[in-house]
């Protein structure tokens, strides 16, 4: 776990220098799709999907995204994946992207998904030169691979962060803002920068966790991880009462605004482990746990099938 993590985040300076990356993130670049259709440019020479894969690896993994110190094994365990559907010219690509993100649970070898999201869309463009590394500067446009894998990061890092202390990943969701911001200005040419584009539009992670309307999100990772899993192998009782409490705050989040992108996400990403939790647990408490999913999310409420509902 984070040496000091609560002093650090207090003097925390975003984009500074340090001595080791942040993620330890595995990128695959899915080409079949290529393969299988006819595209104006050859799409068998595999050099270049290996290339885009290297490159996306080198950014996100060897680029310094903030100035904390990170030892080997606090490295943020993530994934990236980036399924190519079109190919229309040497440079240009359409595709799907997504990312998982895992958090370690306190003395436990035990890890929690955090954020598993896929854009629902597959029309995500980008232009990948080889000759011209992916780059990034959070006031610059250099292109919307670079601008999009950028914003998941920070959002990521402010998830990350607010599970381990109050408010702790507020700076890095206003770094996502301004990247938004940056990129929106691009007159149209890359789509989900926009919140009038579309309800899953990216935009709407960096709107949910910037906006003082749903400010119980960031007490809602709290909650839950460090207050609640991260207490489980010392009082698994009062660590299931601060996650029911970090629940119930995040049906407080939902009733402001119904169906939230991040309140969807985060129970999509909970739902399994919710059930695992809370099958040893009373009735009353099971009982809790269902009428709150039935409310924010009913598609997933099936999946509680089993608990004593009396």
């Given at each position: 776990?984070?040496?000091?993590?609560?002093?650090?985040?207090?003097?925390?300076?975003?984009?500074g220098?340090?001595?080791?990356?942040e993620?330890?993130?595995?990128?695959?670049?899915?080409?079949?799709?290529l393969?299988?259709?006819?595209?104006?440019?050859?799409?068998?020479?595999?050099?270049?999907?290996?290339n885009?894969?290297?490159?996306?690896?080198?950014?996100?993994?060897?680029?310094?995204?903030?100035?904390?110190?990170?030892?080997?094994?606090?490295k943020?365990?993530?994934?990236?994946?980036?399924?190519?559907?079109?190919?229309?010219?040497?440079?240009?690509?359409?595709?799907?992207?997504?990312?998982?993100?895992?958090?370690?649970?306190?003395?436990?070898t035990?890890?929690?998904?955090?954020?598993?999201?896929?854009?629902?869309?597959?029309?995500?463009?980008?232009?990948?030169?080889?000759?011209?590394?992916?780059?990034?500067?959070?006031?610059?446009f250099?292109?919307?691979?670079?601008?999009?894998?950028?914003?998941?990061?920070?959002?990521?890092?402010?998830?990350?962060?607010?599970?381990?202390?109050?408010?702790?990943?507020?700076?890095?969701?206003?770094?996502?803002?301004?990247?938004?911001?940056?990129?929106?200005?691009?007159?149209?040419l890359?789509?989900?920068?926009?919140?009038?584009?579309?309800?899953?539009?990216?935009?709407?992670?960096?709107?949910?966790?910037?906006?003082?309307?749903?400010?119980?999100?960031?007490?809602?990772?709290?909650?839950?991880?460090?207050?609640?899993?991260?207490?489980?192998?010392?009082?698994?009782?009062?660590?299931?009462?601060?996650?029911?409490?970090?629940?119930?705050?995040?049906?407080?989040?939902?009733?402001?605004?119904?169906?939230?992108?991040?309140?969807?996400?985060?129970?999509?990403?909970?739902?399994?482990?919710?059930?695992?939790?809370?099958?040893p647990?009373?009735?009353?408490?099971?009982?809790?746990?269902?009428?709150?999913?039935?409310?924010?999310?009913?598609i997933?409420?099936?999946?509680?099938?089993?608990?004593?509902?009396?």
């Amino acid at each position: 776990m984070f040496k000091r993590c609560v002093a650090i985040l207090l003097v925390i300076t975003l984009l500074g220098i340090a001595h080791a990356q942040e993620f330890n993130c595995a990128v695959s670049v899915n080409y079949q799709k290529l393969l299988n259709t006819t595209q104006a440019f050859e799409s068998t020479d595999k050099t270049v999907f290996n290339n885009l894969k290297q490159a996306l690896e080198d950014f996100i993994n060897n680029r310094r995204w903030t100035n904390l110190e990170f030892e080997q094994q606090e490295k943020i365990d993530c994934s990236f994946s980036l399924i190519l559907t079109e190919r229309s010219s040497a440079t240009d690509f359409k595709g799907q992207i997504s990312f998982q993100m895992r958090r370690p649970v306190y003395n436990s070898t035990y890890t929690t998904g955090m954020f598993n999201y896929i854009e629902s869309a597959s029309d995500f463009s980008f232009v990948y030169n080889e000759s011209q590394p992916l780059d990034f500067d959070v006031n610059t446009f250099f292109g919307n691979l670079s601008s999009a894998v950028s914003y998941y990061l920070y959002i990521m890092l402010g998830m990350y962060f607010d599970s381990f202390a109050p408010n702790g990943g507020e700076q890095f969701y206003e770094v996502a803002r301004t990247i938004c911001q940056t990129a929106s200005s691009n007159d149209g040419l890359y789509r989900g920068w926009k919140g009038t584009e579309s309800q899953k539009a990216r935009y709407w992670f960096m709107e949910n966790h910037t906006n003082s309307a749903y400010a119980g999100l960031h007490n809602v990772y709290y909650l839950y991880h460090r207050l609640g899993l991260d207490m489980m192998t010392k009082d698994q009782p009062q660590a299931r009462q601060n996650i029911l409490g970090a629940l119930q705050t995040l049906q407080q989040v939902h009733k402001s605004r119904p169906n939230l992108l991040s309140v969807q996400q985060f129970v999509d990403v909970k739902i399994s482990e919710l059930v695992s939790i809370f099958t040893p647990a009373p009735a009353d408490e099971q009982k809790q746990v269902y009428d709150i999913i039935k409310d924010i999310s009913p598609i997933n409420v099936t999946k509680l099938k089993n608990f004593n509902q009396k």
